[in-house]
Every structure is written in C-alpha cells, then in structure tokens.
C-alpha cells in the first residue's frame, strides 16, 4: 500500500490509529474515553515510518473504537470460529488482534464501506507491522468474515 497520494486518505489513517489506540488499550489499559481525547488532540495526524499520513478522519476513528468496545463479544466470537482449529484470540499478538478487532467492526458495522476496500486496508495494516504470515491470515480471516456479510446469513458471523 502506498503510504502517500490519493490511495492513503483520512479513513484509511483512520483505521491505522485506530489499531494503534486498540493496542494501547490492550497493553496500557487505556480507557475508552482517554484514548479517544488523547488521540482527537494529539494524534490524529498521522506518521508511519517516518513518512506524513493525511489526518485522519475523527468520526471514522471513533467508529472503529466505540464499535470494538460495543459489541467485543460478537467480534471475538467472529474471529475465533474463523482462526485455525488450535488458536485462540487471545494467543494472538496484540497488534494483530487489534487489526482483526478493527477490520471486524468495520465489515460487520459499516455498511457504507465495501468490504474489499477494508479487508486490504487492514490486510496492508498487517503487512506493515509484521514480516510473516499475519498479513496473509488476516486478509483471509477478514475476506471470510465480508463474504459472510456479503451472504447476508447472519449465522455466519
């Protein structure tokens, strides 16, 4: 994914400090409402590698989060009948759970976004803090889950 030009826009920086505040949440036990502020007044401007990111969309951010927090239960549960038959969500890095929590949300909740368009967004996410396999197991974990969505059979999910 190029992290400039018209193919990295404020949703799209969105989703990536979106993953950043779900991890910290994960890590530092950030509460909802203080991630939120500390993000909408520090960091909504957006640095990856160095490289300047388009600010990031307020109401898309606080989507994402709000919609993890919301419904976890049903996201998790999501994610675990589609990991591999021994893995669990909690066995999994915090980034990437943060990445598949995040693309969930967005897929389930977010009818105004195609689903191809999250799945890549979060399948790069994924590229870009992991060398090996992860980018590949949440692009296919995700495109499960919008295929589910697509179907409209909501036992699926």
């Known amino acids: 994914m190029s992290m400039t030009g018209d193919t990295y826009d404020a949703r799209s920086s969105a989703r990536l400090l979106a993953v950043q505040a779900l991890y910290q949440m994960d890590i530092a036990r950030t509460p909802l409402e203080v991630i939120i502020r500390e993000f909408s007044e520090h960091r909504l401007e957006a640095k990856l590698d160095d490289v300047e990111l388009p600010a990031a969309d307020p109401v898309h951010f606080e989507f994402l989060l709000r919609g993890v927090m919301d419904h976890q239960t049903l996201i998790d549960r999501t994610i ?10 909690g066995r999994l890095d915090s980034t990437l759970r943060a990445i598949l929590r995040c693309g969930v949300q967005e897929l389930i909740n977010a009818e105004h976004v195609p689903a191809k368009v999250a799945v890549s967004q979060y399948a790069d996410i994924a590229h870009s803090f992991f060398d090996s396999a992860e980018g590949g197991m949440a692009n296919a974990l995700l495109d499960r889950v919008g295929k589910d969505v697509a179907s409209g059979d909501i036992s699926k999910i």
């Open 80 to 89: 675990d009948k589609r990991l591999a038959e021994n893995w669990r969500l």
